[in-house]
C-alpha cells in the first residue's frame, strides 16, 4: 500500500524556537496532505488541507501564521511550528491522499513535540 | 451534517475471544466509512473501508465491519483476539468535499486483549 513517512519522529525543542516537520509520501503523488493534532487519549483533529502549489486552508482556531504549511511538490509537504510554546507540545500527524479520486487518506508514523 | 459515534471508549478482551468495536454514524450522503488502528505512539493504519460496494467488508489482520443502511451503524469485528490487536480503534467518515475529502473521526476505542 501507499507509504507516508514523517520526519523528525520526535523533537525536543525550547521555547521560542522553530520546528520544522517533513511529510513525504514515498511511492505516490499526493495531490492533497492533510495535518493533523493528537493530544493524549484522545482523537485526530484536522488542522489544515494543503494542496500541491496553493495555499492551505486552515480548520477554524487554527493560527495560520503560527502552523506555516507549504507543499511545494507532489511528495512533500512541510509543517513549521513558529516560536514553539509548551502548549505546542502534541503528536502531530500527516495523511496524503493521491489524484485517484479515492476518499482513502495514507498517514504517516506522526511526530512527537515537545517544547520545554 | 456528518458524525461518527463510537459507543465504547474502551474494550477489554480475553486472547481468543471475539471483538466487536461499535460505531454509528451520521451523514446526509451516502457515506464512506473506514476504520483505522493506532498502536501506541504510531500513526494510524487503515484497517478496511466501505465505499457503497459490498456491506461487509474485509480488512487486514481478521477484521471485518459491516455497514448497516437501516442501523447507521459500522461496527468493526474479529472472530479471535490476538495480544498484537491491542491498540487504539477510530471510526472516521469520510465527507464528500470536493477537493478536500476531509475525515471526521470519532473519538476512538482503546481495545485490551489479557492473555
Known amino acids: 500500500g501507499a507509504v507516508v513517512s514523517q520526519h523528525p519522529s520526535r523533537v525536543i525543542c525550547k521555547s521560542g524556537t522553530s520546528v520544522k516537520i517533513e511529510c513525504r509520501s514515498l511511492?505516490?503523488?499526493?495531490?492533497?496532505m492533510f495535518w493533523y493534532r493528537q493530544f493524549p487519549k484522545q482523537s485526530l483533529m484536522l488542522m489544515a488541507t494543503?494542496?500541491?502549489?496553493?495555499?492551505?486552508?486552515?480548520e477554524q482556531g487554527v493560527e495560520k501564521d503560527k502552523f506555516l504549511i507549504n507543499h511545494a511538490s507532489l511528495t512533500l509537504s512541510t509543517l513549521t511550528v513558529t516560536s514553539a510554546h509548551p502548549e505546542d507540545s502534541s503528536f502531530y500527524i500527516c495523511?496524503?491522499?493521491?489524484?485517484?479520486?479515492?476518499?482513502?487518506?495514507?498517514f504517516g508514523p506522526g511526530t512527537r513535540l515537545l517544547v520545554l | 451534517a456528518q458524525s461518527v459515534t463510537q459507543l465504547d471508549s474502551h474494550v477489554s478482551v480475553s486472547e481468543g475471544t471475539p471483538v466487536l468495536l461499535r460505531c454509528n454514524y451520521s451523514?446526509?450522503?451516502?457515506?464512506?466509512l473506514f476504520w483505522y488502528v493506532q498502536h501506541p505512539n504510531k500513526g494510524l493504519q487503515l484497517l478496511l473501508k466501505?465505499?457503497?460496494?459490498?456491506?461487509l467488508v474485509k480488512g487486514i489482520n481478521g477484521f471485518e465491519a459491516e455497514f448497516k443502511k437501516s442501523e447507521t451503524s459500522f461496527h468493526l469485528t474479529k472472530p479471535s483476539a490476538h495480544m498484537s490487536d491491542a491498540a487504539e480503534y477510530f471510526c472516521?467518515?469520510?465527507?464528500?468535499?470536493?477537493?478536500?475529502?476531509?475525515?471526521?473521526f470519532g473519538k476512538g476505542t482503546k481495545l485490551s486483549v489479557k492473555p
Open positions: 494543503s494542496n500541491e502549489g496553493s495555499k492551505a486552508t486552515y
Open positions: 511511492d505516490f503523488q499526493a495531490t492533497t
Open positions: 495523511s496524503a491522499r493521491d489524484g485517484t479520486g479515492q476518499e482513502t487518506q495514507y
Open positions: 472516521v467518515v469520510g465527507l464528500y468535499g470536493g477537493s478536500q475529502g476531509n475525515l471526521i
Open positions: 466501505y465505499t457503497s460496494a459490498a456491506t
Open positions: 451523514s446526509s450522503y451516502s457515506p464512506s
